[in-house]
């Protein structure tokens, strides 16, 4: 039966702290109301040169949560998709070349999160995407805003949330490609925990359910979501309902912060 559990930030730096006072795993375990198992493989697998360290373990955990979603391929395909990225490909456009031409069946998904897992890395693989969002966004004469029912500005949001007091309060934001691959990452304000989820279809129902699940494991923890204006997330009301929290919008000025 497994037992080990996924663990937050917060019970991060709550082990940090037990550590420091003398806590052994047993005791962490009793406090945080985890298996002990779960402590123990935290510890082992999250554990650096200068002991436990909450920041340093997240870092772990989401590298190797990345690469759950990275199909096993050999170095040097990866080297041929990251040259072709360099060349300034597309990601679907890469997908359809090397299958017609070499038969390497990788989906345009996997090489988004090959490049986000570079760019978490300190990598540039990001910046060879056609769809930035300083060019994706206009602010002309037409308020297209509105295209978006019953949003809420960030104007609304309450003070706890710019002051990060608190863990739960994440920004999210989505990269769209030229053709129907979607990537949405979202990053909790305080700790800077970081979640992505992959997505074939722009369509504003997938991208929601994706979304949601992605959040289904941090639930207790998510009391507020900002998000840029994409019309993919005009069902926002409904994800309000399913996470329980809060949605609200960023104003233009607010959305080149996020470029």
């Given at each position: 039966m497994r037992v080990y559990a996924q663990l937050n930030q917060g019970q991060r730096y709550q082990i940090?702290?037990?550590?420091?006072?003398g806590h052994n795993q047993t005791m962490i375990a009793k406090v945080l109301i985890v298996h002990k198992s779960t402590?123990?493989?935290?510890l082992k697998r999250n554990h650096g040169l200068r002991g436990y360290r909450p920041k340093q373990a997240r870092k772990k955990a989401t590298m190797r949560h990345y690469?759950?979603?990275q199909p096993r391929f050999p170095t040097t395909t990866w080297a041929l998709v990251e040259a072709l990225?360099?060349?300034?490909?597309?990601?679907?456009?890469i997908s359809?070349?090397?299958?017609?031409?070499?038969?390497?069946?990788i989906s345009h998904e996997?090489?988004?999160?090959?490049?986000?897992?570079?760019?978490?890395?300190?990598?540039?693989?990001?910046?060879?995407?056609?769809?930035?969002?300083k060019r994706r966004k206009r602010y002309g004469r037409q308020d297209r805003r509105g295209r978006i029912p019953n949003r809420i500005s960030v104007d609304e949001?309450?003070?706890?949330?710019?002051?990060?007091?608190?863990?739960?309060?994440?920004?999210?934001?989505?990269?769209i490609g030229k053709g129907r691959g979607v990537v949405a990452t979202l990053v909790e304000r305080k700790t800077q925990y970081t979640v992505l989820t992959a997505s074939k279809t722009k369509q504003a129902p997938q991208i929601r359910q994706r979304?949601?699940?992605?959040?289904?494991?941090?639930?207790?923890?998510?009391?507020?979501?900002?998000?840029?204006?994409?019309l993919e997330l005009v069902e926002h009301q409904k994800m309000v309902q399913t996470l329980s929290a809060n949605i609200y919008f960023a104003s233009p000025p607010f959305i080149e912060s996020f470029a």
């Open positions: 940090e702290a037990l550590l420091k006072t402590i123990s493989r935290e690469e759950k979603f990225i360099k060349q300034d490909w597309g990601p679907e456009q359809g070349h090397l299958f017609k031409g070499q038969g390497i069946s996997s090489i988004y999160l090959h490049i986000y897992q570079d760019k978490y890395q300190g990598g540039d693989l990001h910046k060879h995407l056609r769809c930035q969002k949001r309450p003070a706890i949330v710019n002051n990060k007091a608190r863990i739960g309060d994440w920004e999210g934001d989505t990269l979304i949601e699940q992605v959040l289904a494991t941090h639930r207790n923890r998510v009391h507020t979501i900002t998000y840029d204006n994409g």
